[in-house]
Every structure is written in C-alpha cells, then in structure tokens.
C-alpha cells in the first residue's frame, strides 16, 4: 500500500514501482501492481463505510481483506503474485491506517518535500484540466501557457498547514502502527519523498531499494540490482514530468509575490 498525496508525483511512483520490480531485471521478481483504492474499490464491500472515521474499525479491516482478495483472483492468472493499492491522503484516514498495520499488509508513505512545488502542481491542473499530459509537447505547453497565480496571502498559511500535516500524520502512523500486535514497525524508515526517489538524486538507488524492499517486491534491499540494471527502465514509465526540472521562478505567473511572502520564513528554500 503506498500512501501519498495528490500532484506528489503519486503517478510516476507507482508506475516506477512497477517498472523496477516487474521482470523487466531480467528475473522474475513479484510485481506491484499499485492502483488508486477508494471508493471504486471499496463501496462494493458491505463494510466499506467503517473505513471513514476518525477510529479504527474492524468493518474496515474486513472491507481491506475483501478488496485485496478481490484483486489477487482477478490476477491469478497471471505472474503478478503481488496486489497492490495507492491511498490518497484525505482527514479520516485512522481506520485506513489501523487496519494496513493490523493486517500487516507492506506500506509505505510517499511526500513531496517540496510542498509549494505540489500546490503549483495542483494549482496547473486545475487550469487546464489536465491530471496528467502525454508527452513532452504536451507539458511544454501546459509548463509555458497555463502558468497558475498562487493566492499569496494564502501561500504561507496552507504551506505552514500541510508541513503540520505531514508531522501529524506520521505521528498518527507511530501510534496506530508500533508495536507488538503490528509487527513493532519503524514507522519513520518508511516515510519517502518524492525529491530523495528522482534520478537527480545521487542517493536515489539506496531509496528506491528500501522503498521496494518496504513494498514486498523484493526479499532485500538491494541495491546492486539496480545498479547493475543495464537498459532503459525509463520506457516502462510513462509519466511526463511537466514542472519539476524548471525553476519555480519560471512556472508560476506570480512568482515575485509569492517569493516576497516566502523569503525570511522557514520556506524560503522552497523557490530554489
């Protein structure tokens, strides 16, 4: 189970995901196959309703175990031995959380460390209606002819919030998630952000062999095989990057207001 956020890059980490654990290192490992569990998933279950709240619930244990039964005997034909699901953060996540570790089910959370590059994210999409483009053309023109206004009166406020969030939440995952009935979990090793996973990063090959590992993928984290991975796994990902290889300065119309608000707080790193 992979938890994250919307406009995260949540698109390109499953699909990464998949591409790096599926047979394409030339042996056959167990294949994730991550796709979007919420309503769609759950409403067919009786049970589906314990899984919004603010407690754990038991309901919502039995609509998990129903929705990943469901989901391994639609791929028992196939040599995916491994389901998985991605969750998209929202409030009432509590029975969500406690029924994963309850279940011992593998998970991992995926952030964006970068929070304003995520609301400029969101901020396009909504602009054009696009989730997502095709290829490189179609970022371009998404990167250069929809550039959004940030509200800059709001932007410290809703940057301070969702950096809140993320201590909270990883707080709620320590309480929920540690200790003997789960598996005694440490819960922060398994907290990702989206800027350690990128190929900018030297270090992204230890982080995708944790991530992996963490996932079930693979029995270790091993890192050697994706170093000595020779070819193009990029062709098994299809997602298009639109706005993480520009300066903020250059995606965004408002960027000396919103740089105005920023600069002397303690996200003034965020508009590098």
Known sequence: VAFTKQRSGSRWFVDTVVGRSGPHFGQRVNEIALGGLGKQRLDPTRDHEGCYGDKPSKRCSCA???AFAKQANERSNTFQS?????????????????S?????????????????????????????????????EDAKDLRENFKPTLNPEKIYREIKEESDGYVKLIEDFKQLCQGPATGDLDVASRVHYYEDLVDSNPASDEHWGKVLYQLGGWNTSNVTKIREWVGDWHAVNGTVIVHGRHPVKDVIANYKAVAKVLRGTEFEWMLH
């Open 64 to 66: 998990l175990r129903q």
């Open 82 to 98: 491994t389901q998985g699901f991605k969750w998209i953060l929202r409030e009432d996540m509590t029975p969500v959380i406690a």
């Open 100 to 136: 994963t570790c309850e279940l011992r089910l593998q998970w991992v959370i995926m952030l964006r460390r970068n929070i304003l590059r995520r609301h400029i994210s969101n901020s396009a999409a909504k602009l054009d209606k696009r989730s997502h483009v095709k290829d490189k």
